[in-house]
């Protein structure tokens, strides 16, 4: 018999695999190395590494890019322009034999070109013949291509969380103020906290594969993979994990012959529902009305897994602040009032000035056996609108199990500015309570973690959160609601029109 935190007793069960090939997960394959990386200094300089070994192919496949962010902006380095756009033209001249295909969602480039950047499709028409830049535009009415994928000669591939943009940039430390963040203008940026995933071996061929069909559904065009070549993982980068199985998992909204892909959302599910003692999540929002209600299920039980959120304390931009922001207060006051033993925190970071450091990552981890990383936030629209892709593995050995153990308390320390070895004692104080731990190293000052407050909403706020107009479960969803109102308008001007007459 095994027994809860709270010394109830209850039966020693064998725990379910939660990656499970077809239901929450794509596929299956084995990576000889998997490494998470925090934070965008550390990433870029691994993908510049990374690109300079590549000889046959680069794939490039996000939400956004732009062409002027710098990769390493410590290191000035002749012989390698540090500029993304400058990088990859000049990559692309010195090897003959390499070709880059680089993909972003069409409306990010409305974004990108609104902000004054030089649009992909230019990058296209300038460059080398061999440097291929294109626009997804393969998806439903309202929906958006946020898959952050880089595969190089199908050997290495990266996958999670961070674009390369502008704002991603920076270190772990997440000074309140550091002109190396600053855009290609000059203009300041705020800290940002993010994350993703290196992989190789087959988990690698495996995302080759995934970023040719979706280059074939974007382009329609049919590409060979590359014949295997070298070995351009960064000698810099060292793997957390080896001779590990890798789940992908996948959103796809349904579009033309296109199925529809729910994998993601079983994945958060049934990762949630088997948790023992702990559920700790990154996310930049925490929306998703169904993932809500499956954490508030575990917190309405006896002695059930800890849960700790890190969310911003707003979301970037008045109009997600305004759709995500109100639709948190909903989740979190539901997960609040379910949780009837204090086994729920949701905090936010700040810098060590007090400004509020952005999480953009999207991390959850349970227990010492599950650790998912990808695109996907805690939001209606990557479960079913947007189209997503996470990996995720699922450990049994202990040394695999102590590393999994030690990615939490790397993240904790990180935004408690402390010492692994403080994690370590703290938690060793608190009987193995992550809540209580975290509780005891929480300053008042300086860079920190602190609890979030809710905040009352409005009655039209309210009305945005019932509608889920702007972050819809699925496409249908999101066009009958649209037709809603716009015939509900067309009623108020056609009623308004009568009156005057």
């Not at 304390?313 to 979190?332: C, F, I, K, N, Q």
Request: glycine share 6%.
């Amino acid at each position: 018999m095994s027994k809860t935190r709270t010394g109830a007793e209850r039966p020693s069960t064998p725990t379910p695999s939660i990656i499970q090939s077809g239901s929450t997960c794509w596929r299956q394959a084995q990576a000889e190395r998997f490494a998470l990386i925090i934070d965008a200094a550390d990433y870029f300089a691994a993908l510049k590494e990374a690109m300079t070994a590549a000889e046959k192919t680069i794939f490039l496949i996000g939400w956004d890019f732009d062409l002027r962010v710098k990769l390493d902006p410590e290191t000035h380095d002749r012989e390698r322009p540090d500029n993304l756009g400058a990088f990859l033209d000049t990559l692309v001249k010195r090897k003959r034999t390499l070709k880059i295909r680089l993909l972003q969602w069409n409306l990010g480039a409305l974004k990108t070109l609104a902000r004054g950047s030089t649009p992909l499709f230019l990058l296209g028409l300038m460059a080398h013949k061999r440097l291929h830049a294109k626009l997804d535009h393969a998806h439903p009415i309202g929906a958006s291509h946020h898959q952050k994928i880089v595969v190089i000669d199908d050997a290495i591939a990266f996958c999670g969380g961070i674009d390369t943009t502008v704002g991603r940039w920076d270190t772990r430390s997440h000074r309140g103020k550091d002109k190396r963040r600053d855009s290609p203008w000059g203009f300041p940026q705020g800290p940002w906290h993010d994350a993703t995933a290196a992989v190789d071996g087959a988990a690698a061929l495996a995302l080759g594969e995934l970023s040719r069909e979706r280059w074939r559904w974007a382009t329609g065009e049919t590409l060979p993979p590359p014949e295997p070549n070298g070995d351009p993982w960064p000698t810099t980068l060292k793997p957390n994990f080896e001779k590990v199985t890798v789940g992908i998992a996948r959103t796809q909204p349904a579009y033309g012959e296109q199925a529809a892909v729910h994998e993601i959302e079983a994945l958060y599910l049934a990762a949630i529902n088997s948790a023992q003692k702990l559920i700790y999540i990154e996310s930049q929002y925490c929306a998703s009305r169904r993932i809500g209600e499956a954490l508030g299920r575990r917190l309405e039980e006896k002695g059930g897994p800890e849960i700790v959120l890190i969310n911003p304390r707003t979301a970037e931009g008045w109009l997600e602040e305004e759709v995500m922001d109100t639709a948190r207060v909903g989740v979190v006051s539901m997960l609040r009032a379910a949780d009837r033993e204090g086994r729920f925190r949701i905090y936010y970071p700040v810098a060590a000035d007090g400004t509020p450091i952005y999480v953009h990552a999207k991390i959850m981890i349970v227990d010492d056996r599950f650790l998912r990383i990808g695109s996907s936030n805690l939001n209606n629209r990557s479960m079913g609108l947007d189209t997503e892709c996470d990996l995720a593995i699922e450990v049994e050995t202990k040394a695999q199990r102590l590393a999994i153990a030690a990615s939490v308390h790397d993240l904790l320390a990180e935004h408690l500015d402390v010492e692994h070895t403080d994690m370590a004692t703290a938690l060793s104080k608190t009987d193995g309570s992550l809540i209580s731990a975290i509780d005891g190293l929480l300053k008042p000052r300086g860079r920190t973690l602190k609890p979030l407050e809710l905040r009352e909403l409005n009655e039209v706020e309210k009305r945005v959160v019932e509608t889920q107009i702007l972050d819809p479960e699925r496409p249908a969803q999101f066009l009958r609601k649209l037709k809603r109102m716009f015939r509900a308008r067309e009623k108020g001007r056609w009623r308004r029109l009568r009156r005057a007459v």
